[in-house]
């Protein structure tokens, strides 16, 4: 089923018929397409198949009610970008509790009022409108970035590269610790190291760019390989090949004779090279190296990544 209208869609669930009636007509006038389900199960299925832009969730159905619906909606990668609003007569604390942490986004109390329905509704279609924007934004630059809510540790959306770049890796455990870990540092205002998991001879490194207590957290990825690298130092600072694979291991602090062995060749060997390295970067320690090495390649990493922008009334080259 694919809706193809300017119109924002919104999906409505509720198992009383007269409910459903009076805000399918109010959001009908108010310009809305409008979808509804009567009781959960459908309401998922509508929701996968549809993609309305927001749902209107009554919190107590029979059988699967409201609370358990939006978990099932949430826990879906094709489902859990939706925002969803709910319904209920229940004003005591715990439930209101519960609807936030079931990853419903707000609520509305009963009996409606459909002034205020249509507000909360447009609130948050504004906010999935810029969020959407963003996102289209980094997909056309083909930026690697994934969005995770900080209360549950899970992935709200990822750009098509940042999926790409996951394949392959075990994620789960050590990116939901890690963000955890993160809040924590960020909540008391310190950093967190980024988290860096390894595959073979490749790595692919989460760092967090944009913080939000409630809401989503923007994270940055990106994949290097010990092969990458050597040749980002190799076209950095104009060394050769064995040059760049003696820095490389400079960089992860391995000793003349750890890199030696590594490399097939002596120490002294080593040394010779680590030499004109010294040199061609215009230092003198191998801490500096390692610095001086680190930080051109963040650089290189920070430029590659950013999109230029033409300045105004210039064609794009």
Known sequence: MNFNTDRNVVLVVDDVPENLAVLHDALDESGYTVLVANNGATALQRAAEAQPDIILLDAVMPGMDGFETCRHLKASLATRHIPVVFMTGLTEAEHVVAAFAAGGNDYVTKPLRTSEVLARITSHLQTARLMDQARSALDAFGNAVIAMTPRDGKIVWQTPLARTLMQGYAVDT????????????????????????????????????????????????????????????????KLTQRESEVLNWVIKGKTNRDIGDILGTSPRTVNKHLEHVFVKLGVETRTSAAAVAMGKLRLRTTEAASPVESPAGAPPR
């Open 174 to 237: 050590e990116l939901t610790a890690w963000l955890a870990a993160t809040q924590l540092a960020h909540s008391q205002g310190q950093s967190h190291p980024p988290l860096t998991l390894q595959r073979a001879s490749r790595r692919l490194i989460f760092s967090a760019a944009e913080f939000s207590e409630n809401e989503q957290w923007m994270i940055v990825l990106r994949e290097e390989s010990d092969g990458a690298q050597i040749e980002k130092l190799m076209a950095s600072f």
